[in-house]
């Protein structure tokens, strides 16, 4: 299976040069982690969570209304293709130590974002799968 059929296609957005302040509400407004930042064509520049504004900004005791979101944010993020597989897509998350990563088109457009928790959630339903088809040979069988 591909990232393309597993990602979230609704993206919250920051403008590198808002304040982290700022990117923290529309997190909160949302129910995100995760904010994308993009380029004028649309192509993830940089990308930042809410563990950057916690150990950047907060822990370090600077003021959210004055860090920008430039300065806390991973800059040029890795990034799947659509048709990448999920296999390929957790190896680039566990070598880059990253939980979540931008999904582009073929020509880098923002298309979609997708988290170990979203791998982690196709994992476990086809775990329930194969746990019923079990279930069910051992009901028929008797045992």
Do not use: W
Not at 68 to 80: E, F, G, I, N, Y
Not at 99 to 126: C, F, M, N, T, Y
């Amino acid at each position: 299976m591909s990232i393309g059929k597993i990602c979230v296609r609704e993206v919250y957005l920051a403008d590198a040069a808002e304040s982290t302040y700022v990117a923290a509400k529309r997190m909160r407004e949302h129910s995100v982690g995760t904010l994308v930042v993009l380029d004028k064509e649309k192509k993830p520049l940089g990308i930042v969570t809410d563990r950057d504004l916690t150990m950047q900004v907060i822990a370090a005791g600077k003021d959210p209304a004055e860090v920008k979101v430039a300065h806390v944010m991973t800059v040029d993020p890795r990034s799947l293709r659509e048709d990448t597989p999920i296999e390929e897509g957790l190896r680039l998350m566990r070598g880059g130590k990253c939980r979540r990563l931008p999904v582009v088109d073929d020509k880098d457009v923002l298309q979609g974002l997708v988290s170990i928790d979203d791998i982690l959630e196709l994992l476990a339903e086809e775990m329930s799968q194969i746990s019923k088809i079990i279930e069910s040979q051992v009901e028929r069988r008797g045992f």
